[in-house]
């Protein structure tokens, strides 16, 4: 593994491109990427392709990503001046592969949760359902769900949201309505990010950073979020990357912990990498007491095939 430079508010995007460079379904794909594909030039998905290419150099020295974040501040209209958060980041990398053809379209896929949508209002029971996706799945670490993963999965099912002020198009009225999701098809790589950021207030002051305690394996089985679980298709998930962050919301760090293969686990501080263990990894559950210490905000999940 090889380091990335930080040129002072980069450390989110750094960490990203490691989960990226990581990903073993990217791996092969991100190398058939052609300029022809995209309108413009100096594209994100150019640009990545170049510096994993770079990465997978047998040299030691870190790699420079600032083509990488020019583009990418073209795509987005983001300067990157200042640190965003590693979810804006991941967002923007992904939406930029997918906005050209065959090969790009087909990484965002890896990443491509389809899911189900009933909406009942609550005063005629009319019923909708729509088709939707998501490159993400949020995790809520406060209310009643539990504050482990394999747990929070089992009752993430039966969560049902309520949102108020609903105007129903059928009855007429101003009420309230009920949406249900079911999870459709899994792809093979899961990302899930973290509810750490609360609003307490009516503004941008009052947004405070959670670091209470949610435990995750190292392995998960994601067939209690589907509506109808593929018998053909593992539902079984192996983690193998985790964006951790410390410090508080408006000032702080981004580093990767990253499982190699075989190799096992090794964190990604910006230029510096180096082995750490799963116990490493596992102190990422919470912050404590202690605003410095890294908390997890993304995790990342493979499939596991039925061989393994």
Request: hydrophobic share 35%; with cysteine.
């Amino acid at each position: 593994m090889r380091g990335l430079i930080n040129y002072g508010t980069h450390c989110s995007i750094n960490s990203i491109v490691q989960c990226l460079y990581e990903t073993r379904e990217l791996q092969d794909l991100i190398l058939c990427v052609d300029e022809r594909e995209y309108q413009a030039h100096n594209t994100v998905a150019m640009n990545l392709k170049a510096l994993i290419q770079e990465m997978k150099e047998k040299e030691r020295s870190p790699c420079d990503p600032g083509f990488l974040i020019d583009s990418m501040s073209v795509y987005s209209g983001i300067s990157f001046n200042i640190q965003e958060d590693s979810d804006l980041v991941f967002t923007c990398i992904i939406n930029a592969l997918a906005d050209g053809h065959r090969t790009g379209k087909g990484i965002r896929k890896l990443w491509d949760i389809e899911y189900e949508e009933h909406m009942r209002c609550l005063s005629c029971n009319t019923v909708r359902s729509v088709l939707k996706n998501a490159n993400t799945i949020p995790l809520s670490i406060e209310g009643t769900l539990p504050n482990e993963l394999q747990e929070y999965m089992k009752q993430y099912a039966d969560n049902t949201r309520t949102a108020c002020d609903w105007h129903c198009t059928n009855c007429h009225r101003e009420t309230q309505l009920e949406i249900m999701s079911k999870v459709v098809s899994l792809p093979p790589v899961v990302c899930m990010k973290l509810g750490r950021v609360r609003n307490i207030g009516r503004d941008t002051a009052h947004i405070v950073k959670i670091g209470t305690r949610f435990a995750f394996p190292e392995t998960v089985d994601l067939k209690y979020i589907m509506k109808e679980p593929k018998a053909s298709v593992s539902t079984i998930y192996e983690l193998y990357a985790v964006v951790a962050h410390c410090g508080t919301h408006y000032r702080g760090h981004y580093t990767a912990y990253l499982r190699c293969g075989n190799r096992g686990w090794y964190l990604a501080d910006d230029a510096q990498v180096s082995v750490c263990s799963w116990a490493d990894v596992k102190n990422t559950y919470e912050a404590g007491s202690n605003l410095y210490h890294g908390v997890a905000y993304m995790l990342m999940y493979h499939r596991k095939s039925w061989s393994n």
